[in-house]
T-cell receptor
């Protein structure tokens, strides 16, 4: 079945440093979504990418979708303590509404 | 506009008992998804339902687990004869019915199930 892996599994950064998480799918995706889950909380939708090579920005967050639509990345510039949490990518295949979530990257910030 | 509502937030059961988890999707949403999350792990898809229909249950264990989404009322995830390994957070998500896969999912706060 489809597998979605993320690296790294954990990331500790000093406040103000940048952070990147990478997402790789075993199959070509129709779209990819990113979610953030705070400790003890529930996943919250951040963004969706649909087109090959697409890049979207939300303030300090930059999301990319690979040309082959099999990988994606999330980059946070100048991290803040509010960025703490686990970031999940989630992909779906054409004609299938089921999302396969990645393994997640847990970000902790050192003040 | 109320979000996805799950109850109970916390549920404690003894081995062998039944657990019933409820989920009311967002208003206007007809697609419901159930996920299971173990501590420090990702979300594992369990089942996808539309009103009165199970669309994809490929992530559901073959025994003891069942799900429904009746015409009236919330979606129910039922676990019979619970075992210690069923302890986890169970999240429900919903999305609107638009006929394509490009819809974000809105998650409830989850039910934390603990088996004694």
């Amino acid at each position: 079945g489809q597998q979605v892996m993320q690296i790294p599994q954990y990331q500790h950064v000093q406040e103000g440093e940048d952070f990147t998480t990478y997402c790789n799918s075993s199959t070509t995706l129709s779209n990819i979504q990113w979610y953030k889950q705070r400790p003890g909380g529930h996943p919250v939708f951040l963004i969706q990418l649909v087109k090959s090579g697409e890049v979207k920005k939300q303030k300090r967050l930059t999301f990319q979708f690979g040309e082959a639509k099999k990988n994606s990345s999330l980059h946070i510039t100048a991290t803040q303590t509010t960025d703490v949490g686990t970031y999940f990518c989630a992909g779906s295949n054409f004609g299938n509404e089921k999302l396969t979530f990645g393994t997640g990257t847990r970000l902790t910030i050192i003040p | 506009n109320a979000g996805v509502m799950q109850n109970p937030r916390h549920l404690v059961r003894r081995r062998g008992q039944e657990a019933r988890l409820r989920c009311s999707p967002m208003k206007g949403h007809s697609h419901v998804y159930w996920y299971r999350q173990l501590p420090e792990e990702g979300l594992k898809f369990m089942v996808y339902l539309q009103k009165e229909n199970i669309i994809d249950e490929s992530g559901m264990p073959k025994e003891r687990f069942s799900a429904e989404f009746p015409k009236e009322g919330p979606s129910i995830l039922r676990i019979q004869q619970v075992v210690r390994g069923d302890s986890a957070a169970y999240f429900c998500a919903s999305s609107p019915s638009t006929g394509d896969s490009n819809q974000p999912q809105h998650f409830g706060d989850g039910t934390r199930l603990s088996i004694l």
